[in-house]
Each structure stands twice: as structure tokens, then as C-alpha cells.
T-cell receptor, first 115, second 113 residues
Framework: DAGVIQSPRHEVTEMGQEVTLRCKPISGHDYLFWYRQTMMRGLELLIY????????DSGMPEDRFSAKMPNASFSTLKIQPSEPRDSAVYFCASSLGSAGVSEQYFGPGTRLTVT | AQKVTQAQTEISVVEKEDVTLDCVYE???????LFWYKQPPSGELVFLIR??????QNEISGRYSWNFQKSTSSFNFTITASQVVDSAVYFCALFDSWGKLQFGAGTQVVVTP
């Protein structure tokens, strides 16, 4: 049974470039989460979706970040334009039901480096 | 405000020693959920346990055990007879009334042979 799939696993880009991170949640899961992990701030929730609808994006750092979920099996997190401070590991996670009901399953993460 | 505190930044032990990771949380909710996740050197986050606020029964799973005490707002995690494969960062997390999973800063466990 496939887990959460993220691509790419590593991304190196120059400041000012657009970056798109992709996520395929576990089939049947109705919640999808995007997290960012840095040494300074730890694990932060950026945004989460329920049944493809964004529920809370209060963690999105600024307008340069956007996320979409066009269907139940695909989501993207886009950064435009990217900045060096965006360098982090970005995780996608999915769950069946909210976190209070079911655990979140995490993808392997995308390590983003912005030079 | 909701908050999860893992005061121990790093714990180093020799194989076969027991290690206990502390987790203290703050919440005004009467219903809440607590979690532990493991992040090995490979980077992925692995779910270990979920506990709801109404179930204070301690749990044991193999060499892992958890001690949940509402009176002290703590949800501590013990690894018995540690092994090198237990080397990882362990995160405690609290599910809050806003529907978000809030993570502690994590505790790095280093197990040496």
C-alpha cells in the first residue's frame, strides 16, 4: 500500500525562481496537510485541506506561498518568487478524518535549498 | 494558548539503557489528543502513538511505553533497553481545538553501541 508520495525529494533553485512541490496523499484520505521544518522554527503547519477545500492557511508565511488541491489525489505547494529563507524541508501528510480521530501519515519530504 | 514543551534537546545513552523523553503540554480544551512521532536520520516522520484526554491508561508496545498524567499535563515516553536503531528525533504533539497538530521542538536521542 503506497504511502504519501512527494516530489521532488530534493530541489535546489536560485532566489527569485518559482518552485512547485507536489504531493499525492494516501488513497481515501480526506485531509491533507503541508508542513515546513526548519532548525529555527521546528515543524510548522502551513495549510490544510479537507475534501480538497482549504480549511486553514493561517500558517502560510506570506503571499509568495500558495497551495492548491485540484482533486483528492494531488496537491501542490508553490513558492513564487523563492527566497533563501524558504530553504527547509517541506512535508506533506494525509489522514482519514481529522488529527483527533486518526493519525497523520507523512511523506518523505522535499528538501528545498534556495541559493 | 496551546503549547507543547520538550525540554530535553538531546539525550545520549549507551545501548541497552532505558531513556525517558519528557513532554509537557498546555491546553484549555477538555478534549484533546496527544501524539508521539519518530523522525529517524532518513527524515520521514513515523507515527508512534495517539492518546485522547479521557484515556489516562498507560500503554506499552514492545520496548516503548507511554505515561500520560493529566494532573501534571505530561505525556512521557520511555524506550526500554535502547538500541542503535532508536537513534532519532522524537516529537510530541498536541491536537488542538482549531484542528491543528502542534509539535514540540523535538528531542534528539543518540544511542551508542
Amino acid at each position: 500500500d503506497a504511502g504519501v508520495i512527494q516530489s521532488p525529494r530534493h530541489e535546489v533553485t536560485e532566489m527569485g525562481q518559482e518552485v512547485t512541490l507536489r504531493c499525492k496523499p494516501i488513497s481515501g484520505h480526506d485531509y491533507l496537510f503541508w508542513y515546513r521544518q526548519t532548525m529555527m522554527r521546528g515543524l510548522e503547519l502551513l495549510i490544510y485541506f479537507n475534501n480538497n477545500v482549504p480549511i486553514d492557511d493561517s500558517g502560510m508565511p506570506e503571499d509568495r506561498f500558495s497551495a492548491k488541491m485540484p482533486n483528492a489525489s494531488f496537491s501542490t505547494l508553490k513558492i513564487q518568487p523563492s527566497e533563501p529563507r524558504d530553504s527547509a524541508v517541506y512535508f506533506c501528510a494525509s489522514s482519514l478524518g481529522s488529527a483527533g480521530v486518526s493519525e497523520q501519515y507523512f511523506g518523505p519530504g522535499t528538501r528545498l535549498t534556495v541559493t | 494558548a496551546q503549547k507543547v514543551t520538550q525540554a530535553q534537546t538531546e539525550i545520549s545513552v549507551v545501548e541497552k539503557e532505558d531513556v525517558t523523553l519528557d513532554c509537557v503540554y498546555e491546553t484549555r480544551d477538555t478534549t484533546y489528543y496527544l501524539f508521539w512521532y519518530k523522525q529517524p536520520p532518513s527524515g520521514e516522520l513515523v507515527f508512534l502513538i495517539r492518546r485522547n484526554s479521557f484515556d489516562e491508561q498507560n500503554e506499552i508496545s514492545g520496548r516503548y511505553s507511554w505515561n500520560f498524567q493529566k494532573s501534571t499535563s505530561s505525556f512521557n515516553f520511555t524506550i526500554t533497553a535502547s538500541q542503535v536503531v532508536d537513534s532519532a528525533v522524537y516529537f510530541c504533539a498536541l491536537f488542538d481545538s482549531w484542528g491543528k497538530l502542534q509539535f514540540g521542538a523535538g528531542t534528539q536521542v543518540v544511542v551508542t553501541p
